[in-house]
T-cell receptor, first 111, second 112 residues
């Protein structure tokens, strides 16, 4: 059975800290891995990764994929209170590419 | 502005009363999908559509129907809602299958 596991489930840090969120997966016919940020509304797209070892960056956020070890990490440097959210990892699989989501990591950044 | 629009945002209904949640996107995306989000279970795909008149089941399709008569619209139909369909529902769209880049604002459905 396909699955996506995120860790930790929740995390509390202080502003300025650096955090690493983890996503491991077991799926048939991997196509892509996506990261989203979800505040009290719809998920917003952060990154899509398809190739191993190529880091994607957007400001203080970065992500990398390891297709051999079947995991990805999302790094957030110099965290701010506005980074507080649930971060979701999803994997596209099969010929149709439809997504399976992890349960998310809830990040709380304290001032 | 590029967006996915769902309606209604909130809905309370009674068991067995048919309802439709509408979803519309203005980006000419071919791929659209529906998810439900439940505490402890995360986002789970209900149905998806690769293009007009092409739909397929996701991971939790039981009790739901969809249609894709026009490219921009992808309504979710609950023919006979039950309390276990109480959930937060999201519609999503993208150019490429399995790369949901835009989500609607969500519909919180309560079935009593």
């Amino acid at each position: 059975e396909d699955k996506v596991v995120q860790s930790p489930l929740s995390l509390v840090v202080h502003e300025g800290d650096t955090v690493t969120l983890n996503c491991s997966y077991e799926v048939t016919n991997f196509r892509s891995l996506l990261w989203y940020k979800q505040e009290k509304k719809a998920p917003t797209f952060l990154f899509m990764l398809t190739s191993s070892g190529i880091e994607k960056k957007s400001g203080r956020l970065s992500s990398i994929l390891d297709k051999k070890e079947l995991f990805s990490i999302l790094n957030i440097t110099a965290t701010q209170t506005g980074d507080s959210a649930v971060y979701l990892c999803a994997v596209g699989r099969g010929s149709q590419g439809n997504l399976i989501f992890g349960k998310g990591t809830k990040l709380s950044v304290k001032p | 502005e590029a967006q996915v629009t769902q309606n209604p945002r909130y809905l309370i209904t009674v068991t067995g009363k048919k309802l439709t949640v509408t979803c519309s996107q203005n980006m000419n995306h071919e791929y659209m999908s529906w998810y439900r989000q439940d505490p402890g279970l995360g986002l789970r795909q209900i149905y998806y559509s690769m293009n007009v008149e092409v739909t397929d089941k996701g991971d939790v399709p039981e009790g739901y129907k969809v249609s894709r008569k026009e490219k921009r619209n992808f309504p979710l139909i609950l023919e006979s809602p039950s309390p276990n369909q109480t959930s937060l529902y999201f519609c999503a769209s993208s150019f490429l299958r399995g790369t949901e880049a835009f989500f609607g604002q969500g519909t919180r459905l309560t079935v009593v």
